[in-house]
């Protein structure tokens, strides 16, 4: 078993030196992965079986080990010396897990959305100062629109933005905020965090964020919450579409499709609209 642990971390590390990188760097990255395998295949392991059991001098060892404890991702037992994984790398599968599910649940109501109304269709979620397009939807119509996924976009500019904003504690939105650089897309856009901020609670009432050439000139965007089953907002789904194709009666029907869509897909991430509701209730004073 101790040989095949070896042979599988050469091979990863070997591996690894293909994919791009300078040698020494894809070495470095293949012994960190080496390691974690091992002491997670071992529950808990020591320097001296570490090295033993993947080929590698103690010093080595020992310095991938105390880098990796350092940034938490292994914790060291007191009477034993002996080292373990922590949490941290549970967390970090957790978000990949949980992105990887929202993509494949929006997809089916995405492109359902796609095919009733032609239009642009997009899920974004919140990164940092700004939100990334994770999915994407293109128009029928060939509309050419500056997104693309992987893109990152203004929070205060755009309906996805305005929409993971909203349903933020205020406090937590003033602070994210106060990181933004507001520059101006078009004559219509926000130009400050108090003009944000003033918009929000009426965004959160009306269920919806809107986008009404903010962004890109002569592109309206609406966009509806994804909430994950412990109520908070890990997304937004949004239609975009020129004002040229705004009838009297196209933004309540993409509102009442949007809503509808945002429902199902918070639904199949394990969110319940009463048990929410009821817990929101609870949390308020008084």
């Known amino acids: ?7 599988a971390a050469t091979h990863d590390a070997e591996s690894a030196d293909c994919v791009g990188m300078s040698g020494e760097s894809a070495s ?5 992965f080496a390691i974690l395998g091992a002491i997670g295949d071992s529950g808990e392991i020591g320097i001296s079986e570490l090295s033993q059991r993947l080929g ?12 990796l404890k350092a940034l938490g991702y292994v914790t060291q037992e007191i009477e034993t010396e002996r080292y373990r994984l922590t949490i941290r790398l549970f967390e970090l599968g957790a978000k990949a897990l949980e992105s990887v599910d929202l993509v494949r649940e929006a997809d089916v109501e995405m492109r359902r959305i796609g095919q009733i109304t032609r239009e642009a269709v997009h ?4 990164d940092e100062d700004a939100i990334i397009y994770i999915h994407k939807i293109d128009a029928d119509y060939g509309l050419r629109m500056q997104s693309r996924i992987g893109r990152r976009n203004p929070l205060h500019s755009t309906a996805i933005g305005k929409v993971l904003l909203a349903w933020m504690d205020p406090a937590e939105a003033r602070e994210v905020l106060s990181h933004v650089e507001f520059r101006k897309s078009t004559q219509k856009t926000l130009a400050s965090a108090e003009a944000v901020l003033s918009i929000l609670p009426h965004v959160r009432e009306q ?4 986008d009404n050439e ?5 592109l309206r965007c609406l966009a509806v919450p994804v909430f994950d089953r412990f109520g908070r907002v890990i997304a937004g789904l949004s239609i975009s579409f020129p004002t040229m194709r705004c009838g009297a009666d196209t933004k309540s029907h993409y509102v009442a499709l949007l809503k509808q869509s ?5 639904t199949r991430l394990g969110y319940r609209e009463a048990t929410a509701a009821a817990e929101h209730a609870a949390a308020e004073p008084g």
């Open 262 to 266: 945002g429902l199902a897909i918070s």
């Open 28 to 32: 470095s990255v293949g012994r960190v």
């Open 214 to 218: 903010e962004q890109e000139e002569g």
């Open 207 to 210: 269920g919806y964020g809107e």
């Open 1 to 7: 078993m101790g040989k095949q642990r070896k042979d």
């Open 123 to 126: 899920l974004g979620a919140f």
């Open 56 to 67: 590698m001098s103690k010093t080595t060892v020992h310095r991938v080990i105390q880098t």
